[in-house]
């Protein structure tokens, strides 16, 4: 089944500097990868995604890289804010119709923005 | 329109007991995910149903189950619990199920398994 990976575990950051996070996936028939940011005690809520036509897609400080070849891609948040500390996941999924949309996740990485 | 919701928020279980949660996705939803929030193993996709079918189902015993309405709203249930299965659970919901779907995630249900 698919594997993704998450790269780095803890990112910290201080305000203002630009954040990544890493995603290696092993289904080559993946093709639609979501990122959802966790707050403390919340709900996982999507922030970007992309779709594998695509191979870049920017929202305002977010952008996401996708690089189908190697099977990775990337989270980029500029300029960053003390709103942005979370847990962010990524995930990936396959694009089949009779696949739904059953979400592998990466294992998340924990976010802290220093003032 | 409101969000997802689950019910109830936080549960406390013994083992060998059983559990069933709650889910109603947002109005006009027909696919609903669950998942399986763990420190160790992270967000792990339990199963989805779609019009009151299993449409997929992930790695984990048949202890766990689950069930969708007429309504689209859902069921998990776990039996025999184990120590082990002390974990959030999320349900997600999205309209079609479709790849290009957004899953919109509930607050989850924290069970404790004592």
Redesign the interface.
């Known amino acids: 089944g698919e594997n993704v990976e998450q790269h780095p575990s803890t990112l910290s950051v201080q305000e203002g500097d630009s954040a990544v996070i890493k995603c290696t996936y092993s289904d080559s028939a993946s093709n639609y990868f979501p990122w959802y940011k966790q707050e403390l005690g919340k709900r996982p809520q999507l922030i970007i995604d992309i779709r594998s036509n695509v191979g870049e897609k920017k929202d305002q400080r977010i952008a996401v890289t996708l690089n189908k070849t190697a099977k990775h891609f990337s989270l980029h948040i500029t300029e960053t804010q003390p709103e942005d500390s979370a847990v962010y996941f990524c995930a990936a999924s396959r694009g089949i119709k009779a696949a739904g949309n059953k979400l592998t996740f990466g294992g998340g990485t924990r976010v802290l923005v220093k003032p | 329109k409101a969000g ?1 919701t689950q019910t109830p928020r936080y549960l406390i279980k013994t083992r060998g007991q059983q559990v069933t949660l709650s889910c109603s996705p947002i109005s006009g939803h027909r ?1 609903v ?1 669950w ?1 399986q929030q763990t420190p160790g193993q ?4 339990l199963f ?1 149903y ?1 019009s009151e079918t299993q ?2 189902k ?2 984990f015993p048949g202890r766990f189950s689950g069930r969708q309405f007429s309504n689209s709203r859902s069921e998990m249930n776990v039996s025999t619990l184990e120590l082990g299965d002390s974990a959030l659970y ?1 349900c997600a919901s ?1 309209l079609e ?12 249900t924290r069970l404790t398994v004592l």
Do not use: A, C, K
């Open positions: 997802v696919s995910s998942y992270g967000l792990q996709f989805e779609f449409r997929n992930g790695n999320l999205s199920g479709q790849w290009t779907d957004t899953q919109y995630f509930g607050p989850g």
